[in-house]
């Protein structure tokens, strides 16, 4: 009995266009999102150069085309018509070489994660010229010598996230969903009479969402690795482990709010509340490091958390799921209080 209503309740997801469209499209939609919009490259800093006197502009000119980081700008005949460019970010950088030797560096103080990365580089222009005047022989060289590591992309570390969003959202919303909507049917009701027992009927649905976040979880790997790029070095095991555990908190969340909603549109708008914050705060997008005061701490307590995490350094790094065994004490924790929870708020039938 419980094998065929797994099938069925496959079925019935299957043939949910809506209910697709957020298991399946809507994750994918967003790896396309990240994969098409390289937000770890910063590309080249765009600089002009005026002067007065060419003798001593133009090496200044040779030596910002000449860095692989700057990009020599021709399009602003006047220093005006470049700083009016500067202040609107069509421009990084004005370089005015005066009569004297100075050089006068310009730039947008708005723009400060960009001049971070590029002061640098005009500074070792100007010092780089320097020498080159004053015909110093250097006193010291650098032998640069490289150790090997793991080339990490934005795209790698995202993908992880979006696994677990994935999970996540359609744990929580379309089963939620899919509860309400039953109650509005009265299919609940139904089953109360008919000989079916309860906890069959109810391990089906929990078997067929678990089921189907691994078809999830696949899919959006598949699609990050083969179509963007991406990289996973870790067993994909241990990732479907990670991805069962951390789904069974969601669906018992999906049985809590299907339990105190009585239409799909409820259900949504109430999965949402619960599961947009978790996305945003738990390291889906970046990392929880970046968040201000307590938070990064606070946000170690939240489900979805342990589960990025532990997906994350097994795609990035490699590693087993013997070296997560907090995270999978985290997770079990979850899953038992979310069940407990579940199992006071669910009812067949309304009081």
Known sequence: MLGRLFIADLKMIVRNKQSLFWAIFFPIIFATIFGLFRFDEIGEAEVAVFGEVPALTAPVREAVSEMEALELSTEFPTVEEARTALEDDELDFVLIVEPGGTVTNLFNESQSDRNGVFLPTIRQVISVLNFAAADVTPVYTMDEQGVSGINVQYYDFVLPGLVGMAVMTYGIIGLGSTIAQYRGQRILRRILATPLKVRTFLASIVLAHLMLALVQSTIVLLWGVFVFGGTVRGSILWIYIFVLLGNLTFLNLGFVVGARTDTPEAASGMGNAIAMPMMFFAGTFFPTATLPWIL?????????????????????????????????AQLLGWAAVTFVLAARVFKFERA
Do not use: K, N, Q
Request: aromatic residues 4%; negative net charge.
């Open 296 to 328: 990064p701490t606070v946000t170690r307590f939240l489900p979805l958390r342990p589960m990025i995490d532990a997906i994350r350094s097994i795609s990035i790094e490699g590693t087993a799921i013997t070296e997560h065994l907090p995270e999978v």
